[in-house]
């Protein structure tokens, strides 16, 4: 695998169930990147996940972790990659430490010295059984667990969810540690937009089984614009729509909201507005709740 290579690759791929179909899901993660993944409940990220797992097979597509496929390459993948599933089902009757020696046994690189540092970093107390931990300290055992053989593909399938804040600022920080390393990359799957605007460098956002956002997330911030102004005139607004994808009004007030912004654009509004057009970077929850409500026929790029 070269160093510009994809960890992960998705091209195409598909997965129909009744009443729901992923469609045509092409996605990257390029080394040393964090990639946040986004989406309401029942659009397909869990789905997405368990196909780049291989937890289930998709019905169409390819699908590429460190450069490898699993039909041809499960065990090499396994050993390389990192996994905590958003129900991660511990073995309650166990401690952290016995986890820890059970699972060290099948990964080569397995850093028992490292788990000890991370429990102790995380205050998760390693000879407590899984059913005498909180939920907290639960999903901090499962991303040490996780960790421990400093994977080169760590994937989070909402680790933050449900837990409170002091633990969830713990695992952001521990995820922005982790890719210092600028070979390996995480998958971060979260509902908490905040947590993705923090860590991600690039966001995927889906919806309705299709990828509508994608892109580096500062280049999606410096293009997400709102631009607010009043008409000339009424009869201007059709003008307006079909300049910007996402326009409210009132009377000749107008709000109106770009996923492609740049100065030509700012000049045409200019010449239908009285006075100055004013200019707002929207924040990515902002830009996801205009997704959620209105669908688009093709992603946005950035």
């Known amino acids: 695998m070269s160093a510009t290579q994809p960890l992960i690759r998705l091209s195409g791929v598909s997965k129909g169930y009744p009443g729901f179909q992923l469609q045509d899901i092409n996605l990257e993660l390029p080394p040393g990147c964090i990639l946040g993944f986004a989406g309401p409940n029942g659009a397909g990220k869990t789905t997405t996940i368990r196909i780049i797992t291989n937890l289930i097979r998709p019905d169409g597509g390819r699908v590429e972790v460190l450069g490898r496929t699993w039909d041809r390459d499960e065990v090499a993948i396994k050993s390389r990659l990192g996994y905590v599933p958003e129900d991660n089902q511990l073995y309650e009757e166990a401690t952290g430490y016995w986890l820890g020696n059970f699972l060290g046994r099948y990964y080569p690189t397995w850093d028992d010295a490292f788990f000890r540092i991370l429990l102790e970093k995380f ?165 996801m709740l205009i997704l959620a409500g209105n669908e688009r026929p093709k992603a946005e790029e950035a």
Not at 129 to 139: D, F, I, P, Y
Not at 179 to 206: C, L, M, N, P, W
Not at 265 to 278: D, F, I
């Open 123 to 287: 205050h998760v107390p390693g000879n407590k059984t899984v059913k005498q931990l909180s939920k907290g300290n639960r999903t901090k055992l499962a991303v040490a667990l996780a960790l421990a053989h400093r994977p080169e593909v760590l994937i989070l399938d909402e680790p933050t969810s449900g837990v409170d804040p002091v633990v969830r600022h713990t695992l952001v920080q521990e995820l922005l540690e982790v890719i210092q390393d600028e070979t390996r990359g995480v998958f971060f799957s979260s509902h908490i937009i905040e947590d993705i605007e923090k860590v991600a460098d690039r966001v995927t956002y889906i919806a309705g089984g299709r990828i509508a956002l994608a892109g580096d997330k500062e280049t999606i911030l410096e293009q997400w614009q709102e631009l607010t102004f009043r008409l000339k005139d009424a009869d201007l607004l059709r003008q307006v729509q079909r300049l910007v994808p996402y326009v409210k009004e009132s009377g000749l007030e107008v709000a109106a909201v770009t996923g492609a912004y740049n100065p030509r654009l700012l000049q045409e509004l200019r010449l239908l507005a009285v006075g100055e057009v004013t200019r707002r970077p929207l924040g990515l929850e902002e830009i």
